[in-house]
């Protein structure tokens, strides 16, 4: 008993240092989106998370290259374009990040031998640039009507050099932060499906970061819901 | 991808379309679809909609050292990709001719009509000289890229600040925006690309062609103009033959189409300086159409972490204590210069009773089992099960010094020493021999 009278003292004190000028640490910047705002791609979205911006287009299920047909499943391709001069590793370990967070929750099997490709664009990076690109490419998924066994969403995190919990960290926060920790899960009971992290973390920090993540994901996948529900609503 | 290929038909229909003056979207000749241009939060970054053509434009600096022939002069530099989004057949990281010819058509627009000051982007003559990069890319390709395109660019440059530089005597010290406010390129004029479609060799013309008239089209004319009614570039590709007259009415159409679109771009810049300025909200965020139904906004939500804390101290709880690793290996320490760590459980990759029976085809002798047990389990510890008096243990190494585990001995011992103790069939000098027998053999 003490000890949830402990931890729920530093829940305070964490609230108390949260509402110091920069904003609320734990709390998800403001979110918008727009579906189907591409004519060319057979689905696109644009997700904002603040300031940061990426446009996602998806293709497909669509004839696929022969030298990368898979016979039993749909081929999946993940395209991510910087916003200045060519792409570089980092983009391409990224993409490599999203297409396995893809392959998990897209049914691929019920399209074999045809391609689905994602193209990601950055339009603005200003922090928490990974989880934005998750959730553009998974709206653009939905938006393509690409069958899918669960939605899924990106929750970055990061960690002050004391060991504060911020929630869709913006860029000076990464910056200042020891630890960046994004998570990819899906809608279905908030499972894990990709991590990607960035500096020292204890295990206990990894932990609450994820249940934190887990908190937040569900304000995303609400978002989601309320999105497509006035998407399919009359009015 | 492969691009979908345009049917007889829809060909038939367009082009009977035209000759009837009539556009599948409605619009006159001479009309241009409705042009949209949206600010990012950083300077230097655009979107331009022409229809449902989208191109983003971000404008970025960087100080380098300059030509060789062109001391004085700062560096211009355009680049505009095709991405796939735009359109299934672009493919990524190919050098279309397309893409060439745009990228050549955008340069001549922009960096050979000296619209931007380069002069003005020198620091230090000979040494430091700004390189302004114009990023463009096709977000989706709905006819007419280079207009767009030229819109976007031109349009980037004029809201790019960069950041303040002063020069006292060799030192050169760059400012950041809290600092100093960042300074606008100069610019002298803005030069916007339009474009012609001719169809039935000429007699049918139309300004801003959408992407499926640009495939029915004969021949296109392009003509970069700015609001003075300069004509910076003109180029005329599809091979078709233009008269004199035709080329001077397009020109006197462009000057007109221009000066719209100058204004129209001086208002958007005016409408984002203005915000900026009183502090209110900029941004893509604040651009996206709110009462569409495709778009959906959510203020700043706060997430409940409060539990957090508690939740990851139970996953850690229910997790399986981590195996207690020191009981398992203790690293021994069997001599200096010699250590073990994760021994265990008697390996079962080499067959004993083979080896023993092999021992035994081989007269018994106790430096063959030693071997043996050396040769099966390197690393591992072998209690010597054969017929002999004490079980004997040695360590992986082959070499020199190797150690009985055995308490009531000396742990300093030497191979040699262990083997003499039970000496009684082999001289000192046959194990050695043995060994190389064995391996010989083997």
Known sequence: R???????????????????????????????????????????????????????????????????????????????????????VAEKSRERLIRN???????????????????????????????????????????????????????????????????????????EARAVLTFAL??????????????????????????????????????YRESLQRRYSKS | MKETPLSNCERRFLLRAIEERKRLDGRQTYDYRSIRISFGTDYGCCVVELGKTRVLGQVSCELVSPKLNRATEGILFFNLELSQMAAPAFEPGRQSDLLVKLNRLLERCLRNSKCIDTESLCVVAGEKVWQIRVDLHLLNHDGNIIDAASIAAIVALCHFRRPDVSVQG?????????????????????????????????????????????????????????????????????????????????????GVK?????????????????????????????????????????????????????????VLAA??????????????LWTPGTAQIGEGVENSWGDLEDSEKEDEDEGGSDEAIILDGVRTDVGMEVSNTGSQEAPIVLSDSEEEETIILEPDKNPKKTRTQTISAKQEKAPSTTPVKKRRKKRTAN
Not at chain 1, 119 to 125: F, T
Not at chain 1, 193 to 219: I, W
Not at chain 2, 228 to 250: A, D, F, P, W
Not at chain 2, 319 to 332: F, R, Y
């Open chain 1, 2 to 88: 003490e000890r949830a009278m402990q931890s729920e003292a530093k829940s305070h004190t964490e609230h108390g240092t949260d509402s110091s000028p920069q904003g609320p640490g734990c709390s998800l910047r403001h979110f918008a989106c727009e579906q189907n705002l591409l004519s060319r791609p057979d689905g696109s979205a644009s997700f904002l998370q603040g300031d940061t911006s990426v446009l996602a287009g998806v293709y497909g299920p669509a004839e696929v290259k022969v030298s990368k047909e898979i016979f039993n499943k749909a081929t999946l391709e993940v395209i991510l374009r910087p916003k200045i001069g060519l792409p570089g």
């Open chain 1, 101 to 175: 967070t893809c392959e998990a929750v897209v049914l691929g099997a019920l399209h074999p031998r045809t391609s689905i490709t994602i193209v990601l664009q950055v339009i603005s990076d200003a922090g928490s640039l990974m989880a934005c690109c998750l959730n553009a490419a998974c709206m653009a998924l939905v938006d393509a009507g690409v069958p899918m066994q669960a939605l899924f969403c990106g929750v970055t995190c990061a960690l002050d050099s004391d060991g504060t919990l911020v929630l869709d960290p913006t860029a000076k926060q990464e910056k």
């Open chain 1, 186 to 223: 899906d809608s279905v009971d908030q499972k894990l499906l990709m991590s990607t992290t960035k500096g020292l973390y204890s295990n206990a920090e990894l932990q609450q970061c994820l249940a934190a993540a887990q908190a937040a994901s569900q304000h995303v996948f609400r978002f």
């Open chain 2, 170 to 254: 060799d030192e050169v010290t760059l400012y950041t925006p809290e600092e100093r406010d960042p300074v606008p390129l100069s610019i002298h004029h803005m030069p916007i690309c339009v474009s012609f479609a001719f169809f039935q060799q000429g007699t049918f013309l139309l300004v801003d062609p959408s992407e499926r008239e640009e495939r029915v089209m004969d021949g296109l004319l392009v003509i970069a103009v700015n609001k003075h009614r300069e004509i910076c570039t003109i180029q005329s590709s599809g091979g078709i033959m233009l008269l004199n007259e035709q080329v001077l009415r397009c020109s006197k159409i462009a």
């Open chain 2, 258 to 314: 221009v000066a719209e679109i100058t204004e129209l771009i001086q208002k958007a810049l005016e409408n984002d300086q203005k915000v900026r300025k009183e502090g209110g909200k900029f941004g893509f965020a604040e651009s996206i159409a709110k009462q569409r139904i495709t778009a959906f906004r959510m203020e700043k939500a706060p997430v409940d972490t409060s539990d957090v804390e508690e939740k990851a101290e139970e």
């Open chain 2, 319 to 332: 997790a399986d204590p981590p195996p207690d690793l020191l009981s398992v290996s203790k690293p021994v």
